[in-house]
């Protein structure tokens, strides 16, 4: 069964860093384009990061540009986001998603990815 295992959500004050990582299970990173998104209460799912397979290739929604740095270990079949200068309209679910094939152009797209991870907590609060 292909799944993604994610960690490193938490608690954390405004202005803190939080590193999530999602490991794979069942399948090789190497030849899936990665992205992670973000649900909050009430909103709708938007899309954050996403990686090329190589991680040749990057994007950022407006909002964590510079503050938000997606990377990926292939070899150990992780994919990282760390979020520094945290702000409280961070606090959502993240999730990691996957996908073999893709126009890069439509990464932040949900609908466009076939895995999906089980999502982390991140609640960003004094």
């Known amino acids: 069964q292909l799944q993604f295992v994610e960690s490193g959500g938490g608690l954390v004050q405004p202005g803190g860093s939080l590193r999530l990582s999602c490991a794979t299970n069942g399948f090789i990173l190497d030849y899936y384009n990665i992205g992670w998104f973000r649900q909050a209460p009430g909103k709708e799912r938007e899309g954050v990061a996403c990686i090329s397979n190589s991680g040749g290739v990057t994007n950022y929604t407006d909002s964590v540009q510079g503050r938000f740095t997606i990377s990926r270990d292939n070899a150990k079949n992780t994919v990282y986001l760390q979020m520094n200068s945290l702000k409280p309209e961070d606090t959502a679910i993240y999730y990691c998603?996957?996908?073999?094939?893709?126009?890069?152009?439509?990464?932040?797209?949900?609908?466009?990815?076939?895995?999906w991870g089980q999502g982390t907590q991140v609640t960003v609060s004094s």
């Open positions: 998603a996957a996908v073999r094939h893709l126009l890069f152009s439509r990464c932040m797209f949900s609908d466009e990815y076939t895995l």
